[in-house]
């Protein structure tokens, strides 16, 4: 995948969608949470500063899977707001929040987050995707990007629609989510046939 810039039809935004992560227990975000807000607002400065017209949809994807008080999407959306401010971001009434605040899994993500994109579609006349800007951390971004061509295979112009944007990698100790991707892989696939939604085959690295 390329991280490339391309030219956007006027009346659809730019979409960058953030993946959340568990909260601390007293509900305050973690480095890495704070790391994937800051490559989300990074980026919308970047589309900002490259467009002169047309909106920026940020999606801010994550509930409370452990029956915390805030959900991860609320906590994301108040950083991404309090960095944009202390940046003084220009043109900030282009920026449109959307906070999926219902996901406790990372296919309940991609399968919220679609219906929201689908509705966006609507409302802007426009029948497919041609980019979403994905933010997630290194060791998750793989089975991410795999989960959202599956997911929203029938809005995307093509699979290459999906462009990751890697946060930045947090120390071993602290990424203690990161497990074995090939068995998350595994269970995410059975997952997957469970809801209907698997659409193509994984990797070939990957069951």
């Known amino acids: 995948f390329e991280s490339t810039f391309v030219s956007f039809p006027l009346a659809q935004p730019n979409v960058v969608v953030a993946l959340g ?3 601390s227990p007293n509900d305050e975000p973690t480095e890495m949470l704070l790391e994937r807000v800051k490559t989300a607002v990074d980026h919308i400065h970047r589309l ?6 047309g909106n920026v949809l940020v999606v801010l994807s994550g509930g409370a899977p452990h029956g915390g008080k805030l959900t991860e999407a609320h906590v994301m959306h108040k ?3 309090s960095l944009l401010q202390n940046d003084h971001a220009q043109h ?5 929040f959307i906070l999926e605040d219902q996901s406790n899994t990372t296919v309940e993500n991609f399968r919220n987050i679609k219906a929201h994109l689908k509705r966006e579609l ?3 006349s ?7 800007w994905l933010v997630t951390s290194p060791f998750h971004m793989q089975r991410s990007v795999w989960l959202a061509t599956n997911v929203w295979h029938d809005i995307l112009l093509s699979p290459r629609a ?4 890697p946060s930045a990698q947090v120390s071993p100790v602290e990424d203690h989510w990161a497990v074995d991707e090939l068995l998350v892989m595994q269970a995410t696939v059975h997952d997957l046939k469970k809801c209907g939604l698997l659409h193509i085959m994984p990797p070939q690295c990957l069951p």
């Open 21 to 23: 992560v568990r909260l």
């Open 48 to 53: 900002l500063s490259l467009h002169s017209t």
């Open 79 to 81: 950083h991404a707001l």
């Open 92 to 96: 900030q009434d282009r920026v449109q």
């Open 122 to 124: 609507m409302q802007h």
């Open 126 to 132: 426009c029948d497919l995707l041609s980019r979403v």
């Open 162 to 165: 999906i462009v990751p944007l």
